[in-house]
């Protein structure tokens, strides 16, 4: 009798019979197939199972704002089961375009979630919790380690990888006009995943709109930077015992793009701080322009310097309308305020154009037509074209419908058509730094 009550049971748990001897259908907990970690070289698949069959299901993203420790970002998608109960991001199951790393929507509450992770939640249609996971967002920061350059270098700081075997290639990180190290920091951690050592150079340090400057031992002011500060700042992180000191890499955005291409026209190769591998000029320009910040001022300069002596610029015209334009109202932007200088003073702009057929480095740009800061596309096929005549290798991308943040990884939060484009071109950067970081002709 007892062996008959116990194929009986089993016959209730496989069938989801309920019968007078006691014996209830018992369900399987819904439960989550998440990746490892959310990283930019592949869209990570979501996936939820022993959920109610054709029912629909709303799945959030959730993460950290970076601009206040009092916001959370969260994405969501609608989704309906298939007759099984499950559902998947990969599927057509979703009411709308997954978008695993958009963050559309700011909510005020303290974020639970650390910095590096996203909060995985699926949630009824009646908002009632069903799920809810962390996964890891980008490289593993905890595996690596910080040191810094140098007094000599305020703010600059070198990440390497804590398992690193051998000597690696250095790529040194510049970021633009919002000067300080934070460029470089949200960059770093996922260059030195690919096996890169990174050296972030803060060139400059402003105070905007009454912030506290970052670094006061650096400039204030885009005046006269010298671009023999990334010379020396080489020079420097070429001592340290696990960089290849034969291979090193320049990358810069905006502003940054300016400083390294710049650097690669200039900087001489047998110079201890000269000879690099590849260049990445993300939004660049193609010429030098003029600079800004200097206390008083009532004559223009140059953003740049080199040997000492001021580099020939091109001049704005009403810049402050345009930096003041979100607090008037006006519709006029910094393209407009660059362009326009161009316009106005073209002998100008003649002497201070970037000599790229100087710059022997393989050199990749990326660029938006929808840039409100300046013409990164414009300039950046300016470029591309009088190197390609020159012979020199180059390669670009460019977007109709990109903005100034057309650049930069995939993880981050940005529009639909900058999205688009880093899904293509950050990988396209990242196989360009490892192919030409094999190179073992980069100082001659």
Request: aromatic share 8%.
């Amino acid at each position: 009798m007892k062996n008959a009550l116990t194929n009986l049971r089993s016959i209730c748990l496989l069938s989801g019979l309920i019968l007078s001897t006691g014996c209830q259908t018992i369900l399987p907990e819904p439960e989550f197939k998440l990746p490892e970690k959310f990283s930019w070289d592949q869209t990570p698949n979501i996936s939820a199972v022993n959920l109610e069959a054709n029912t629909p299901y709303v799945l959030s993203l959730e993460r950290p704002s970076k601009r206040s420790a009092e916001r959370t970002l969260t994405s969501t998608t609608s989704y309906v089961t298939n007759a099984k109960g499950q559902l998947s991001t990969g599927s057509n199951s979703s009411r709308e375009a997954y978008e695993p790393f958009r963050t559309l929507k700011a909510i005020e509450e303290k974020s639970e979630v650390k910095d590096g992770f996203i909060k995985v939640t699926l949630k009824s249609a009646s908002g009632e919790p069903v799920l809810s996971e962390t996964v890891p967002l980008g490289a593993d920061k905890s595996k690596m380690i910080e040191t810094p350059l140098g007094d000599n270098f305020p703010g600059a700081f070198i990440l390497k990888s804590k398992t690193r075997k051998t000597k690696q290639p250095i790529l040194v990180v510049l970021g633009g006009s919002e000067g300080g190290d934070g460029a470089a920091r949200s960059q770093a951690p996922e260059f030195v995943d690919q096996g890169f050592i990174v050296l972030g150079l803060p060139y400059h340090s402003p105070a905007w709109y009454g912030q506290t400057q970052q670094f006061p031992d650096l400039p204030r002011a885009f005046d006269n930077l010298p671009i023999d500060y990334l010379e020396e700042a080489v020079a420097q992180v070429r001592l340290d015992k696990d960089v290849d000191p034969d291979r090193v890499l320049l990358m810069g955005g905006s502003k940054g793009a300016e400083f390294v291409m710049l650097a690669g026209a200039l900087i001489p190769d047998d110079s201890d701080g000269g000879g690099f591998c590849a260049i990445v000029a993300d939004v660049p320009t193609d010429v030098v322009w003029e600079g800004w910040g200097r206390q008083n001022a009532t004559e223009k300069y140059s953003g740049f310097s080199w040997r000492g002596e001021e580099l020939p610029f091109a001049p704005y015209v009403d810049m402050g309308r345009a930096l003041s334009a979100r607090q008037t109202g006006d519709s006029y932007t910094m393209t407009q305020a660059h362009e326009r200088g161009r316009d106005a003073f073209p002998d100008r702009v003649k002497a201070a154009r970037i000599n790229v057929e100087a710059i022997d480095e393989p050199l990749l740009l990326i660029g938006g037509d929808k840039d409100a800061t300046w013409a990164s596309a414009k300039m950046s096929r300016t470029v591309a074209q009088s190197r390609k005549a020159a012979g020199l290798e180059t390669e670009i991308y460019v977007y109709t419908d990109a903005s100034h943040a057309v650049g930069g990884s995939p993880l981050s939060t940005v529009s639909e058509a900058d999205l688009n484009a880093r899904i293509e071109n950050y990988p396209a950067m990242m196989a360009f730094f490892k192919r030409h970081a094999k190179r073992d002709d980069c100082r001659e």
